[in-house]
């Protein structure tokens, strides 16, 4: 029998959409979206035998929801390896705290690492590119200290999303321009297997430049993204609303890492 390469054979994902994988699209994948975590899975089910996979995470969950919804049937699940991104929606809320988002994360990972999980946490990526998220940059700055102290209080691996400045080419973001595109979760994927140590084949991909757009086409396009994107996410805020209602697991048991045959 093969050494498996890794010593992980359990793996649940849990947090929101970014690691639900929207952005993404994949018809084949369940939930109609791949992401990083299914692409993570993807390379570990290739380098070890009996590997199992889920992925609980639902797109517009708060810190409180992914706490009190995903944690316990996580570990129910038994997992060797857990990776958990949240805090993001809470974060980009007017009027949040990020030392009191942190605490709840504090509550969180305390649990996950409980019961001898390797436990992945990732920082929030560096938003000062981004001309409607550039004003939180602070804010995200404060949460990662807090995060990267709790990864070490718990002996956690920290997945920097910070540091990867891959992401803040344009190119890496889906049209809404708050959630990574295929090529952004790619690259999200071969840095988390980076920070697990574990070697894949995915190479890096070099985009091509952007072609030079007039001033009046930037307006235009921003225009364009108001209307079908950030209109309707004040809607939703307004009403208390969020985009993850209704919308269950994508892979809730821990099962193979497969594609649906033809």
């Known amino acids: ?29 369940p939930g109609g979206h791949r992401g990083w975590a299914d692409r993570v899975a993807e390379v570990l089910s290739q380098q070890t035998e009996d590997f199992a996979y889920a992925n609980l995470a639902v797109r517009g969950k708060l810190m409180r929801q992914i706490v009190e919804e995903q944690v316990e049937p996580a570990l129910l699940l038994r997992p060797d390896l857990v990776t958990i991104s ?16 942190a605490r709840s ?11 001898g999980a390797t436990v992945v946490i990732f920082t929030g990526a560096d938003v000062g590119f981004s001309p409607v998220f550039r004003n939180i940059r602070g804010k995200v700055a404060i949460y990662n200290e807090n995060l990267r102290a709790i990864a070490a209080k718990y002996d956690c691996i920290v997945a920097d999303m910070w540091s990867l400045t891959a992401l803040q080419d344009v190119r890496m973001w889906a049209p809404d321009r708050l959630h990574l595109n295929s090529l952004g979760h790619h690259t999200v994927a071969r840095m988390v297997l980076e920070a697990l140590n574990v070697e894949s084949d995915l190479q890096p991909l070099e985009p091509e430049p952007l072609p030079v757009r007039s001033w009046r086409q930037a307006r ?10 950030l209109v309707p996410w004040v809607i939703r805020r307004i009403r208390h609303q969020s985009s993850g209602d209704h919308v269950q697991p994508k892979r809730p048991e821990a099962v193979p890492f497969g594609w649906p045959e033809d």
Do not use: C, K
């Not at 949240?86 to 988002?101: F, K, L, M, Q, S």
């Not at 235009?220 to 993204?225: C, H, K, P, Q, R």
């Open 1 to 29: 029998m093969a050494q498996p390469l890794h010593p992980w054979s359990r793996y649940v994902a849990i947090g929101d959409s970014f690691t639900e994988g929207i952005g993404d699209p994949e018809p084949l994948s």
């Open 86 to 101: 949240a805090g993001g929606n809470d974060v980009i809320r007017p009027g949040t705290d990020p030392d009191e988002i």
């Open 105 to 115: 994360f504090d509550s969180a990972i305390e649990r996950l690492s409980s019961e």
């Open 220 to 229: 235009a396009e921003d225009l364009s993204w108001a209307r079908e994107y």
